[in-house]
Structure formats: structure tokens, C-alpha cells
């Protein structure tokens, strides 16, 4: 079997991404698949159905986690796995995690149809939870499995309105019977959009990141006074609503200051009780802080922490501020790094090395075996948003290197 000469099936690729988005398509072209929603059901009922259909070996495990497994000729050794996530953000777009699920359903799709025997297993996985939208924090089904996280935490997550995640993962039927957790592997590749402008603005067609940013993520508690809005004096106001928004201020301005490739952001703010005539008594916000150097993240949020405190006391107001989760920074495998780089260039596709900004489940697979993302470029750097695209043909370019990784991991032979 010549193995340089597969490529995926890019109309194929794309027909299975189009058909993917129209679960939980929004009328701006975007899609809204929250994890464990209805929409988020049947996706997953989708991929199995794609999955079955390959006579692949299907496997869901009681964190949700769908694997399809594709035996090799010999079943005593670590697999080889590919895989993203189905869940989107409530106003997501149509590549975010479906393009890593799509791309490794082609590459199972070409190995079957192509009549591939490889030595080790291959699996596919699509990880629940990822987008951190519904259920909070982020890439829950991939942490659990790795065992960066307790699976009865986890279940016990709550949405905003109350139901847990494990409530959620009964009612669309997604709680599979193996027990959620890791076991090792030869390699983990994910195929993901770069969500940011870097490969367009250099013109490239692959990215290969050389790791994660560490991703600090911590909740804000700021408890004023509430009162009538008209008969109350300005002076004298404890005014909660007003110390945050200084609070979101010093954070937006701590990046210029911090140094290094730090960002900072406030994406959640809550006010109570949210009415025009009435002085805003709690605020609830999120402050995301993300960085190559983590020490630098640590430092900054101290500095943060103490100038909300000088904020609150300046407005009378109290402050409550602590960490609600974290992701260490994560460095990727510089073997399956160069892998990734030779087979884009063999396959004429130019690179470029990069680091992640997003976070992704791989940053916890990174904690079992040796791991790697191929990127391809995000049209106008938009991600996270409806606007989110990426050409089709991009998609297929990521696609064929990743099939190549697979094909070299997996020890290929002729049959
Ligand atoms: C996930 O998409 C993240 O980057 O937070
Ligand atoms: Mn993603
Ligand atoms: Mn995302």
C-alpha cells in the first residue's frame, strides 16, 4: 500500500462539517450546542451513528466521553488516538472541536475505505464538556479521564439553572457504563482551527503549537448597598456595580503593564438585583488570565487582587475574590511536533510554530502521553463568535497531515 499517496476526502470532510453544524445552527450561520443539551444529544448520536456505520468499536464512558476504536494487528499495544469536542459555546461557531471530530472521522473513513492495517488501534475520541459555556470549568470529560479532576465533582457541576451535569448526561442517555479514566497511549493528536490571526496574517497553512498558555480562571465577589436610585444621594453610594466596572478596568489594563504575552479578560459579569431603580447590591464576575509564563500569571493576579481590594474599599463595598480553576501551562511533544511539521511540508503545506491561546483538551491528554496539535488558519482571526470560518480547503490540508501523523504512529503495513 502506497501510505504517502492517501489524502483525506475533502468533499466529504466538508459535507460531514456542514451536516454537523446544521445540529444547533443558528440563523446567523453559527451554532449553539451547548454540552449535554438536546442539540449536544444528537451530535453525539451523529458521530455514533458515523461511527457504527465504520464498524468501529464503540465505547462511551460515564463521563460521556465517546470513543470509536478501530482494532490493529495487535490489540496488546498502546493505541494511537485523535479526537476534539462536540459542544460549542451558546453563540459558537461551526469548527470549534467539530473539526477535530470530523477530521479524525475521515481519517478513520480513509483507513477503512482504503483498506488499512495498522498495528496498533486507533481511536477516536469526541470529549464532553469542553467549552466551559454550560458547565464550568472547561475540557471536564478529558480532565476526569486523565484524572485531573474528580469525577463526582465534576458530576456535581451545576448549570445556571441548577441542573448537575450528571442530571444532564442521564437525560440525553450519554452515560455509558466504563468508568471514566485514562489509560496510556502512543500518541494523541488533535486537529483544531487556531482562533486566532496568525496563520492568515503570515500566510501559512499549518500551525504547529509548541504547547498551551496556563489558563487562570478566578471568581469576583463585590457586595455593596442597595437602595432607591432616585431619593439616594450619589455621595455615600455603595454602589457595587460601579467598583467593578474599575475592577474590569484594572484588568483590562494589566497586560500592558504585566510584560511578557499575557492576557486578561472579563467575558462574565452578573448584577443583582439587575434593575434600573435599584443600586446594584452584588456583582458577580470572572477574571481569565492567561500567559506563557505562569509565574507571571500568579504574580499578576496578586497585583490584581490587591488593587480590587483598594476598589472595594474606596466604594464601601465588600470584595470576595478566589480561584475557581486553573490549567498549567502545557508543553507538547517535541517529537510529534516535528512529525507534524515534516508530513506538512511533504505534503507542500508551509508551517508555522506557535503557542496556543485557546485551551483544549489535549492540555490534559499532554498528561498521560505525548501530544500534539495541528492548527489551520481562522479567517479574519474571529473564533468563539458565528463569524468563526475556515476554508474548506484548510480544513482538508489539517485533515491530510493529521492522517499522516495517524498513519505513522499506528505503524502501517501493506495489506
Ligand atoms: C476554550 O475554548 C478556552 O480557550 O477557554
Ligand atoms: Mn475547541
Ligand atoms: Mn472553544
Given at each position: 500500500?502506497?501510505?504517502?499517496?492517501?489524502?483525506?476526502?475533502?468533499?466529504?470532510?466538508?459535507r460531514?462539517?456542514?451536516?454537523?453544524?446544521?445540529?444547533?445552527?443558528?440563523?446567523d450561520?453559527?451554532?449553539?450546542?451547548?454540552?449535554?443539551?438536546?442539540?449536544?444529544r444528537?451530535?453525539?448520536?451523529?458521530?455514533?451513528a458515523?461511527?457504527d456505520?465504520?464498524?468501529?468499536?464503540?465505547?462511551?464512558?460515564?463521563?460521556?466521553?465517546?470513543?470509536?476504536?478501530?482494532?490493529?494487528?495487535?490489540?496488546?499495544?498502546?493505541?494511537?488516538?485523535?479526537g476534539?469536542?462536540?459542544?460549542?459555546?451558546?453563540r459558537?461557531?461551526?469548527?470549534?472541536?467539530?473539526?477535530?471530530?470530523?477530521?479524525?472521522?475521515e481519517?478513520m473513513?480513509?483507513?477503512?475505505e482504503?483498506?488499512v492495517?495498522?498495528?496498533?488501534?486507533?481511536?477516536?475520541?469526541?470529549?464532553?464538556?469542553?467549552?466551559?459555556?454550560?458547565f464550568?470549568?472547561?475540557?471536564?470529560?478529558?480532565?476526569?479521564?486523565?484524572?485531573?479532576?474528580?469525577?463526582?465533582w465534576?458530576?456535581?457541576r451545576?448549570?445556571?439553572?441548577?441542573?448537575?451535569?450528571?442530571?444532564?448526561?442521564?437525560?440525553?442517555?450519554?452515560?455509558?457504563v466504563?468508568?471514566?479514566?485514562?489509560?496510556?497511549?502512543?500518541?494523541?493528536?488533535?486537529?483544531?482551527?487556531?482562533?486566532?490571526?496568525?496563520?492568515?496574517?503570515?500566510?501559512?497553512?499549518?500551525?504547529?503549537?509548541?504547547g498551551?498558555?496556563?489558563?487562570?480562571?478566578?471568581?469576583?465577589?463585590?457586595?455593596?448597598?442597595?437602595?432607591?436610585?432616585?431619593?439616594?444621594?450619589?455621595?455615600?453610594?455603595?454602589?457595587?456595580?460601579?467598583?467593578?466596572?474599575?475592577m474590569?478596568?484594572?484588568?483590562?489594563?494589566?497586560?500592558?503593564?504585566?510584560?511578557?504575552?499575557?492576557?486578561?479578560?472579563?467575558?462574565?459579569?452578573?448584577?443583582a438585583?439587575?434593575?434600573?431603580?435599584?443600586?446594584?447590591?452584588?456583582?458577580?464576575?470572572?477574571?481569565?488570565?492567561?500567559?506563557?509564563?505562569?509565574?507571571?500569571?500568579?504574580?499578576?493576579w496578586?497585583r490584581?487582587?490587591?488593587e480590587?481590594?483598594?476598589?472595594?474599599?474606596?466604594?464601601?463595598?465588600?470584595?470576595?475574590?478566589?480561584?475557581?480553576?486553573?490549567t498549567?501551562?502545557?508543553?507538547?511533544?517535541?517529537?510529534?511536533?516535528?512529525?507534524i511539521?515534516?508530513?506538512?511540508?511533504?505534503l507542500g503545506?508551509?508551517?508555522m510554530?506557535?503557542?496556543?491561546?485557546?485551551?483544549?483538551?489535549?492540555?490534559?491528554?499532554?498528561?498521560?502521553?505525548p501530544?500534539?496539535?495541528?492548527?489551520?488558519?481562522?479567517i479574519?482571526?474571529?473564533?468563539?463568535?458565528?463569524?468563526?470560518?475556515?476554508?474548506?480547503?484548510?480544513c482538508?490540508?489539517?485533515?491530510?497531515?493529521?492522517?499522516?501523523?495517524?498513519?505513522?504512529?499506528?505503524?502501517?503495513s501493506g495489506?
Amino acid at each position: 500500500m502506497d501510505r504517502d499517496g492517501l489524502r483525506v476526502n475533502a468533499r466529504r470532510l466538508q459535507r460531514s462539517l456542514e451536516s454537523l453544524a446544521r445540529i444547533g445552527a443558528t440563523a446567523d450561520g453559527g451554532v449553539d450546542r451547548l454540552a449535554l443539551t438536546d442539540a449536544d444529544r444528537q451530535a453525539r448520536d451523529a458521530l455514533v451513528a458515523w461511527l457504527d456505520r465504520l464498524g468501529l468499536r464503540i465505547t462511551i464512558d460515564d463521563m460521556g466521553n465517546i470513543f470509536g476504536l478501530r482494532a490493529g494487528r495487535d490489540e496488546g499495544v498502546r493505541p494511537v488516538m485523535m479526537g476534539s469536542h462536540l459542544d460549542s459555546q451558546s453563540r459558537g461557531g461551526r469548527f470549534d472541536g467539530a473539526l477535530g471530530v470530523m477530521g479524525a472521522l475521515e481519517v478513520m473513513r480513509v483507513l477503512e475505505e482504503s483498506r488499512v492495517v495498522t498495528e496498533r488501534p486507533v481511536i477516536l475520541a469526541a470529549w464532553t464538556a469542553e467549552e466551559g459555556s454550560r458547565f464550568t470549568p472547561s475540557k471536564l470529560g478529558s480532565a476526569v479521564w486523565a484524572g485531573d479532576l474528580d469525577k463526582e465533582w465534576v458530576w456535581g457541576r451545576p448549570d445556571r439553572h441548577g441542573a448537575t451535569l450528571l442530571e444532564e448526561l442521564e437525560r440525553i442517555g450519554y452515560k455509558g457504563v466504563s468508568p471514566c479514566a485514562r489509560w496510556p497511549f502512543q500518541a494523541y493528536y488533535e486537529l483544531h482551527i487556531e482562533q486566532g490571526p496568525l496563520l492568515e496574517a503570515a500566510g501559512r497553512a499549518i500551525g504547529v503549537p509548541a504547547g498551551i498558555v496556563s489558563l487562570h480562571v478566578y471568581d469576583v465577589h463585590v457586595s455593596g448597598e442597595a437602595n432607591q436610585v432616585g431619593p439616594t444621594p450619589m455621595e455615600g453610594r455603595r454602589d457595587a456595580l460601579v467598583a467593578a466596572a474599575e475592577m474590569v478596568l484594572a484588568v483590562r489594563a494589566l497586560p500592558s503593564t504585566a510584560g511578557g504575552d499575557m492576557v486578561a479578560t472579563v467575558g462574565m459579569l452578573e448584577v443583582a438585583p439587575n434593575c434600573y431603580n435599584v443600586i446594584p447590591e452584588d456583582v458577580h464576575f470572572t477574571v481569565d488570565l492567561r500567559g506563557w509564563d505562569e509565574a507571571l500569571v500568579e504574580r499578576s493576579w496578586e497585583r490584581l487582587a490587591g488593587e480590587f481590594r483598594g476598589v472595594a474599599a474606596r466604594h464601601g463595598c465588600r470584595l470576595h475574590a478566589e480561584e475557581s480553576s486553573r490549567t498549567g501551562r502545557t508543553e507538547f511533544d517535541p517529537g510529534l511536533m516535528r512529525r507534524i511539521t515534516d508530513h506538512a511540508e511533504a505534503l507542500g503545506l508551509s508551517t508555522m510554530s506557535l503557542v496556543s491561546g485557546a485551551g483544549h483538551d489535549t492540555a490534559h491528554l499532554a498528561g498521560v502521553g505525548p501530544t500534539a496539535m495541528i492548527f489551520v488558519p481562522s479567517i479574519g482571526g474571529r473564533s468563539h463568535t458565528p463569524a468563526e470560518e475556515t476554508g474548506w480547503a484548510d480544513c482538508a490540508a489539517g485533515a491530510d497531515v493529521l492522517l499522516r501523523c495517524i498513519l505513522e504512529a499506528s505503524g502501517t503495513s501493506g495489506d
